[in-house]
């Protein structure tokens, strides 16, 4: 299906390539990455669509178009059902040194207005750069469009001679919260291994290495200290869930 019968300038070539690995995720099965080629594809075959004169192959194209349109929709209806039948999962893997994965790049995509409610499971919100990490987590989820009010953090104490340090922390940021409208609940557990963020709209989402997977900055006023888009990650894997029902922690 993904031999269009198009020309060889980048346009086209372009859209053939995405094409084809969309249709080679397909019959991998792994539906959600197919559907992001499928779109993106479809969006090339417009444009070069758009740039074609002859009618012939203006003709040619439409029919090419609509028929990844539909398959396009099927997968997108099959991953609908999916998430309401509490069956669907996206795997996401960081490489090593891999940049683009800030949490809002990660996140965004399953948060919006509905969200008014988050769980969050991570026994390592203790050193001074973990509680970092957990306070840009929450700006993130302050922002518009969710309407987050309360938000749950399980972790472990620090055993050490951090753990005043990791309390302090914790109350100043619940404190800034509350002067956001925001209630934090705090729960620590001796036992706590599980890393897992849970999104009232049904999403949950579950790293590897928690929160916690940004490599240390190069410099101070190095790219990636401020912006973590450009921040350096650690290996790690991200599993993404969907449940109408959402268990609370």
Known sequence: MARCGLGQDPESAAAVAVLKRAVELDSESRYPQALVCYQEGIDL????????????KKCHLRKKISGYMDRAENIKKYLDQEKEDGKYHKQIKIEENATGFSYESLFQEYLNETVTEVWIEDPYIRHTHQLYNFLRFCEMLIKKPCKVKTIHLLTSLDEGSRREQQSSGLREIKES?????????????????????????????????????????????????????????????VDIFHNKHTKKI
């Open 45 to 56: 075959l417009l444009q070069v669509l758009k740039g074609t004169k002859d009618d012939t």
């Open 177 to 237: 919260l509350r002067k956001h409208g925001v209630l934090l609940e705090l729960e620590y557990s001796s036992s706590i291994h599980d890393r897992e963020i849970r999104f009232n709209n049904g999403w949950m989402i579950k790293i590897g290495r928690g929160l916690d997977y940004f490599k240390k900055a190069q410099g101070r006023f190095s790219l990636g200290y401020c912006d973590f888009d450009l921040r350096p990650c650690h290996e790690t894997t």
